[in-house]
């Protein structure tokens, strides 16, 4: 295949955001390895890093996919600056559907561990080793732990077929849990890859500043221009705005969580249309609605909630702003109180789903997506 038929396209995606602050901030002597399964093949691979909510600049000490280094304008190492994402040098590497690569960094001094987020998921899997063993075949079992958190790596594109492309999900804790992985999995064999953008606990209005939630991420109007720099992208998926609701309390119950944050329905109406639909529609993409999910039982459930949330989503269901809805509400509610989820489809705080429900979401939205986007089984690009 000749290079006029290629283009870069996403294959794996997160957001970057604050990570959790927790008594320990920093990291001496890590090794972070991240498995990464590709969608479709390729010839080549470059990484973008990011520290855009460090305070201090982050040595990358060593950085490898597989045995191949990474580098930076020639180099082996590269320093991230605070506030601020790297890209690196195209990397000749040929990758075939279905290849699992591991991204590997050693953090050689002490690193500020500011810039990560947390995303579960059947296809979202990482460790962490002490000691430098970015080169290694394998990690040291004795030395190595599981973990979700996704620090530094923002995203990974493909130099692939010029007819595949990237759907991006975006949203919150919702979107940073199962269901973008689960959708990868049903677009498998596809020319589509699933790009995960979610931050835990954002909002499209309002962000908190303070400590206890700082890990709650930034507001739509920061987030979104940034997390949409996504090769080959064609759709997004928003699925955002439950947090606008659910969160405030009032400062005699939580002083970070006033009532003037409670946004009226036409303001999140209009912050999704301005925030995110208009800047998407001039990228030339399609974006499609999300429904927000049943909270019924969740601790700051009311009626009035409630009906803020049905009404938001009667609007996701029927405005003319958007390409389409996925009716995520309608895959996962239960049928005789539409309020709350579905038998066995409720985590058990009563606002995150279950596995089961987490399927049922991305089955929705592959119903929507993927049977509008030409598919290729019938062959498989050599390099």
């Not at 507001?219 to 992208?233: N, Q, W, Y």
Request: proline letters at 5%; one cysteine or more; aromatic letters at 12%.
């Amino acid at each position: 295949m000749n290079n006029t038929d290629m283009k870069w396209v996403a294959c794996w995606g997160n957001a970057t955001s604050i990570t959790d602050r927790r008594e320990a901030v920093y990291a001496k002597n890590l090794t972070l390895r991240y498995p990464i399964r590709m969608p479709f093949a390729g010839s080549a691979l470059r990484f973008r890093f990011s520290n855009l909510t460090g305070t201090e600049p982050v040595e990358l000490t060593k950085v490898f996919v597989g045995h191949t280094p990474i580098t930076f304008d020639g180099a082996t190492s590269v320093t991230l600056q605070p506030g601020k994402e790297t890209e690196s040098d195209a990397i000749n590497y040929a990758v075939h559907r279905g290849d699992t690569v591991d991204v590997s960094m050693y953090l050689a001094d002490y690193t500020q561990m500011n810039s990560g987020t947390l995303i579960t998921g059947p296809l979202s899997k990482g460790f962490y080793a002490y000691g430098d063993f970015a080169e290694a075949d394998e990690l040291p079992l004795d030395l190595t732990r599981h973990t979700n958190w996704f620090y530094f790596l923002n995203t990974i594109d493909v130099l692939t077929s010029a007819d595949n492309h990237a759907v991006v999900c975006y949203g919150d804790s919702i979107t940073a849990q199962s269901w973008p992985d689960y959708l990868a999995q049903l677009a498998f064999g596809t020319n589509v890859s699933i790009i995960r953008r979610a931050v835990s606990g954002t909002r499209i209005l309002r962000q908190y500043d303070c400590i206890t939630y700082q890990a709650y991420g930034l507001k739509g109007a920061t987030r979104f221009p940034i997390e949409m720099r996504v090769a080959g992208a064609s759709d997004v998926i928003i699925q955002h705005g439950i947090n606008d609701i659910i969160h405030p309390v009032g400062e005699d119950v939580n002083p970070f969580r006033p009532w003037s944050d409670l946004p009226t329905v036409e303001e999140m109406q209009q912050g999704v249309e301005h925030i995110y639909v208009e800047p998407a529609k001039a990228m030339g993409l399609k974006v499609w609605s999300g429904t927000l999910l049943p909270i019924y039982g969740w601790r700051t459930y009311n009626e009035k909630r409630d009906a803020m949330r049905q009404q938001f989503n009667e609007w996701l269901r029927t405005s003319p702003i958007f390409d389409g809805c996925i009716d995520f509400d309608a895959a996962v509610r239960c049928a005789t109180n539409p309020k709350a989820f579905a038998e066995g489809f409720d985590s058990g705080d009563h606002l995150h789903p279950s596995e089961r429900a987490y399927e049922a979401m991305a089955q929705a939205a592959a119903h929507k997506l993927i049977r509008h986007i030409p598919s290729r089984y019938d062959h498989e690009e050599q390099y």
